[in-house]
């Protein structure tokens, strides 16, 4: 099994800053990481998928980038509504989930 | 638009048995492979299994493989998770989720509002 680990577990910031968010998986994975926004009492949101590509809808604010073991989201400037928790998910052996990071108001 | 709706959750005992279902709407029902994942309260995401858009082909984690099933059903474009030998552990907000973003591409483009299960005497 992939395992997924996601750094920092939490991250501090204020509005207007940029966010750094790492993926780093046990073995590669090629390009087959996604990345996905969790607010609370809701269902995760899928923001970028194949380390690079943003999903339907999602602002260009959000970026992905990486292959093999080492992935990164990129928040380039952090929006009220991107206070949340952010898993990543690969898909290219069998299917695993990062343990998330928590982007939290400074 | 597409939309998925979770229905069944509940308190269960251990040792029992639940079944959940996903109504889904908004795309080709048939076309999609389908997955459970599950949150366990204040915990991450864990994906349980999936199943494929003709349903020939279901995949199980390993801590429920032997214990749930995958169904669908087209006529009725519904999901279902039968959940037997349930186990306190299994105390979860169970998601059914679209794959994405095209059909046999493994990520979750679509969730449902999710169903709380929680298992316990």
């Known amino acids: 099994e992939v395992v997924l680990t996601q750094s920092p577990g939490t991250l501090s910031l204020s509005p207007g800053e940029r966010a750094t968010l790492s993926c780093r998986a046990s073995q590669s994975v090629s390009s087959y990481l996604a990345w996905y926004q969790q607010k609370p009492g809701q269902a995760p949101r899928l923001l970028i998928y194949d380390a690079s590509n943003r999903a339907t809808g999602i602002p260009a604010r959000f970026s992905g980038s990486g292959s093999g073991t080492d992935f990164t989201l990129t928040i380039s400037s952090l929006e009220p509504e991107d206070f949340a928790v952010y898993y990543c998910q690969q898909r290219g052996n069998w299917l695993t989930f990062g343990g998330g990071t928590k982007v939290e108001m400074k | 638009q597409v939309q998925l709706v979770e229905s069944g959750g509940g308190v269960v005992q251990p040792g029992r048995s639940l079944r959940l279902s996903c109504a889904a709407s908004?795309?080709?029902?048939?076309?999609?492979?389908m997955h459970w994942v599950r949150q366990a309260p204040g915990k991450g995401l864990e994906w349980v299994g999936v199943i494929s858009h003709d349903g020939t082909n279901k995949f199980y984690a390993d801590s429920v493989k032997g214990r749930f099933t995958f169904s669908r059903d087209s006529s009725k474009n519904t999901l279902y998770l039968q959940m037997n030998s349930l186990r306190a552990e299994d105390t979860a907000v169970y998601y059914c989720?679209?794959?994405?973003?095209?059909?046999?591409?493994?990520?979750?483009?679509?969730w449902g509002q999710g169903t709380l299960v929680t298992v316990s005497s």
């Open positions: 989720a679209k794959e994405g973003p095209r059909n046999g591409y493994n990520y979750f483009d679509y």
């Open positions: 908004g795309f080709i029902f048939n076309n999609y492979g």
